[in-house]
């Protein structure tokens, strides 16, 4: 997100790999903010997919209750993640706790609220399913990269270039509306944020390590650590649902 914090992900190949208590609260803490922010974005959502009034602020659905669009405010909270994520870039070079999470916790709300629309689209029980498919290969993934000696560094660089493609990739075939090209974009993005997990695990580990017991840096770095989590989360989510999902 900044440039101290980006900067963190260099000691992560002469950080001491040991494991203490201290690094177990620090990750309890990003897990546990993680873990809030999912079921905070799971209720945004189920409102605003089956509460009548909230639905009509952000969709259009026809008479058999199917999506039929977006409206300006649904558009609006789509590209909202993105903004706030590229703002914090120009606008916090010295982020605060307080700042940091009012970052965080504005990312999760607006996530949630667009995330709605799966549940107009894909059945229940397959959004369901596809959920905990996703929470069993996070936790498997966050726990290579937690535990592995490897240095994940280089592959990272690699990673965050796949996801620069994957959106260029996405922003076309909003215009070529191309089954295959779709299906090859879910693919990829599979395997780029199942990457990026465990790269971002890594990191915080390194980011840790690299505060030297720094509690108001800890506190901006849980936040910041939540919310690389929570964006790999969401995004592994919805490319799984491509293939998982149940159509209504």
Do not use: C
């Not at 997919?49 to 058999?64: R, T």
């Not at 879910?186 to 990457?195: D, E, H, K, T």
């Amino acid at each position: 997100m900044n440039d101290s914090y980006r900067g963190y992900a260099n000691a992560a190949g002469t950080m001491d790999m040991s494991v203490d208590a201290g690094l177990r609260s620090f990750m309890l803490g990003v897990y546990n903010k993680l873990g809030l922010g999912l079921f905070v974005s799971g209720l945004l959502a189920l409102a605003t997919a089956y509460v009548p009034a909230v639905q009509q602020l952000f969709f259009v659905v026809n008479e058999s209750g199917q999506l039929a669009g977006v409206t300006p405010l649904g558009m609006i909270v789509q590209f909202l993640p993105l903004a706030l994520i590229f703002g914090s870039m120009f606008f916090m070079k010295n982020p605060t706790a307080s700042g940091s999470g009012l970052l965080y916790w504005a990312v999760v709300a607006s996530i949630g609220a667009s995330l709605g629309v799966v549940f107009l689209i894909y059945t229940a029980t397959s959004v369901a399913t596809t959920f905990f498919v996703t929470a069993a290969a996070f936790g498997g993934l966050s726990l290579f990269g937690y535990t592995t000696k490897r240095n994940l560094t280089a592959m990272g660089s690699f990673l965050i270039m796949g996801v620069i493609g994957l959106i260029i990739a996405m922003v076309v075939n909003m215009f070529l509306q191309s089954e295959m090209m779709a299906f090859i974009i879910s693919a990829i993005g599979v395997l780029v944020f199942s990457g990026l997990i465990a790269f971002d695990t890594q990191r915080l580990k390194g980011t840790y390590y690299a505060l030297g017991g720094d509690q108001a840096q800890m506190a901006v770095a849980t936040n910041f650590g939540a919310l690389s989590l929570y964006i790999n989360f969401v995004n592994l989510f919805q490319f799984l649902l491509m293939f998982l999902g149940g159509r209504e």
